[in-house]
Structure formats: structure tokens, C-alpha cells
């Protein structure tokens, strides 16, 4: 690979070698400011120091710096077919594509995540995941006694994970026009959509089974009377509905029937309950005992446009009873962009990829209420 990079710091009229390479002669290193001087022109932050060099160039004049033509070269066929052979500029837009994709993927805030425990997977193959309530509790010994053997299941519920993907353009006209902000909404625009699409893929299985989520190992489903979780009758968000709730995760217990003592954290509901949620959570100064609201500042709202209904379920802790579990991929975690070679593209071809699952862990850390309207 041929080591080329601008040479001047002056970032309005930077100034090159004839063979387009850094005074350094270190390719990587000007392949890293020239994607941070990328990054901080869509983002609009500023860049480090040795990327400043690399500001004032258009994306075209890049492309033939990275080439090693001359930077007065002004026929964008005779460029872009030189970085498309002979240099590293496909590579640059990736990495660049990748820092923007990550820093718009990061501002959105998929809804269940508070409530899921997050698990990457090594590879492809069905994982099975251990829930708390599958680890024996200890027994007593005396000295010099034998300890008595538990078994700790492998983990009833099977997760694998799944692969998504689009094939995106950057056309070469936006390149020519040094359109940057094609890239930020191509990029940036793919990191929301991704996000939104883990939301739905997780509230879309949450919604199995008319919303008690899918079947377990025991083939009933994560809400269900059998597992002392759901209340189908349904009754409103009240101080006593939310009392019977927090008992039910309270008593659940182990696979030796003792008492896992957890704690409701979150409260889930769908639009229609979120004013009546809110008013149940709010932290409010009572002017008489009777006035005491026993949920102040103890239960999190968490408030998703899937849930078309006045169903509400409450949560312990993921960390400490997780009913829901999700991941991606161990060696690659969450969206990424790869350069993708189609001679057929007028520009440059990414691929924007996803390995990502998200499925039930177990029963014991949640409580679901069929919900009524409010009276």
C-alpha cells in the first residue's frame, strides 16, 4: 500500500509532496487524522491537531491526494477511479462512516434496555443463558464433612443471534460537491434507524402471546398464572395494584423453593398509562399519613409506544433477575459499516451491518398486569 497524506498544517491551502506522501512516511497514522478531520467537519467539532491539515481539503481533492495525483488535478473519472485502485480512500470513508454511525447510535435511547441485561454472544450457534433462579442455595456442613452437591441447570432458554444489513450509497456527485452533510444524514440517519430497529425487534417478541411474551422451556409464556407473574382480570395502576405486583416479584423463589427477596426497580407501561404512572412515582410531601405514597422515588417509569394497551408490568433489577436478555456479536458489538465492491456503483458502496438478539431469560424478575383505564 502506498504511504500518502498531506504535508502542510495550514488547513485553508494545504500544500503536498509530488507523490502525495506525509513528511512521516506513516500511512496509518494520516489515514487516522484525515477520518478525524471527516469526523469533525459532519459532527462539527474540532479536531486534533494533526487532523487540522487535513480540514481544508474537499472530499475530491482527499481522493487524489490519497491516490497520489496531483491536487490540481480537476477530473473528478480520472480521481475517483485512481482512489478507487490505488489508494486508501474507500477506507477512510469507512472509518469515517463507522465514527459517525457510533456517535448517532449512541444519542438514541432504545426503551428496553433499562429492563433487559445486556449478553454478547461468541458466535452463532443457539446459547443458552442461566437464570437466577437456577442456582441451588447452600447447605451446611460440619469439619471434615462432605458438601453436598447441587446442580446448577446449563440454562433452560436458548438465545441465538441474527444478522441484518443494507447496502448504502455515497453517489459521486455528493463527493464531487464535497457534500458532507450527505454523509451525516446517510450515517447518522442509519445509527438512529438502527436503534429504533432494536427497539422493535425487542418489543415485537415482548408482544408474543397477546403481550405475556414468548414461551419458555416449560412451554408457558414469561407472564403466566402458573408463574405467580400475571394478573389477566387486569385492574388500573393504583397504590394496591402495585402492592400485589411488587408482592409477586417479591415471593418468587429459587429451584430449592427458597424466597429470591427481589426488589421492583422498574415500572412498564404504554402511553395511555403514562400521566397515572407518573402521578404513582412522583415524590409528594403528604399533609396527613393517610397522603403517603409508598412508591415515591422507588419505581423507574419506562414508557413504550408499543404497548397500545393499559397493560403494565413491573421489574426487578436485570442485573440481579433478569426476564429479558439481548447482545450482538462478542467481536463486533453493535453497527458497523464495511466498504462493498460493486463496479456498478456510481460512487462508493457500504454495508451496513447488524448481529443483534434479544429474547426471554425467565420469569421470576417480572410481574404483568392486563391493565384497566383509570376511573
Request: hydrophobic fraction near 40%; glycine fraction near 10%; aromatic fraction near 8%.
Amino acid at each position: 500500500e502506498q504511504q500518502r497524506a498531506a504535508t502542510s498544517a495550514a488547513p485553508s491551502a494545504p500544500s503536498f509532496g509530488a507523490a502525495g506522501r506525509s513528511s512521516d512516511g506513516n500511512a496509518l497514522a494520516t489515514r487516522q487524522h484525515a477520518v478525524d478531520a471527516i469526523v469533525a467537519r459532519v459532527l462539527g467539532t474540532t479536531p486534533d491537531p494533526a487532523a487540522r491539515e487535513f480540514v481544508g481539503l474537499r472530499l475530491l481533492e482527499l481522493a487524489a491526494v490519497r491516490a497520489g495525483l496531483s491536487p490540481r488535478e480537476r477530473d473528478p473519472i480520472t480521481i475517483l477511479r485512481a482512489a478507487h485502485t490505488t489508494s486508501d480512500f474507500p477506507l477512510i470513508l469507512e472509518a469515517a462512516a463507522n465514527k459517525i454511525l457510533a456517535e448517532r447510535y449512541k444519542l438514541a435511547e432504545p426503551t428496553f434496555r433499562p429492563i433487559a441485561r445486556r449478553r454478547d454472544l461468541r458466535d452463532f450457534k443457539p446459547t443458552k443463558l442461566l437464570s437466577m433462579g437456577d442456582f441451588p442455595t447452600l447447605l451446611s456442613y460440619q469439619e471434615g464433612g462432605e458438601i453436598k452437591a447441587g446442580t446448577i441447570n446449563e440454562g433452560r432458554e436458548s438465545v441465538v443471534l441474527g444478522s441484518y444489513g443494507r447496502i448504502l450509497r455515497l453517489s459521486r456527485q455528493a463527493i464531487i460537491n464535497d457534500d458532507l452533510s450527505a454523509f451525516d444524514d446517510v450515517f447518522g440517519s442509519i445509527g438512529s434507524m438502527i436503534a429504533q430497529f432494536e427497539n422493535a425487534t425487542f418489543w415485537a417478541i415482548h408482544a408474543l402471546n397477546s403481550g405475556q411474551g414468548p414461551k419458555l422451556s416449560d412451554n408457558k409464556a414469561v407472564f403466566h398464572a402458573d408463574h405467580g407473574n400475571y394478573t389477566g382480570s387486569g385492574t388500573a395502576v393504583s397504590v394496591a395494584s402495585l402492592g400485589i405486583g411488587r408482592s409477586s416479584i417479591r415471593k418468587q423463589t429459587n429451584v430449592d423453593g427458597n424466597p429470591l427477596d427481589l426488589a421492583a426497580r422498574f415500572i412498564v407501561c404504554g402511553p395511555d398509562n403514562e400521566t397515572e404512572v407518573d402521578k404513582l412515582v412522583a415524590t409528594i410531601t403528604p399533609n396527613a399519613p393517610a397522603g403517603v405514597n409508598p412508591f415515591s422515588g422507588k419505581l423507574t417509569p419506562i414508557v413504550s409506544g408499543a404497548i397500545t394497551d393499559y397493560a403494565w408490568e413491573l421489574y426487578a433489577d436485570p442485573a440481579m433477575a433478569p426476564v429479558w436478555s439481548y447482545g450482538y456479536l462478542a467481536d463486533a458489538p453493535g453497527p458497523r459499516v464495511l466498504t462493498e465492491e460493486q463496479f456498478n456503483v456510481d460512487g462508493v458502496a457500504f454495508r451496513a451491518t447488524l448481529d443483534f438478539y434479544a429474547g426471554a431469560t425467565d420469569y421470576r424478575g417480572g410481574y404483568r398486569n392486563a391493565g384497566a383505564a383509570p376511573a
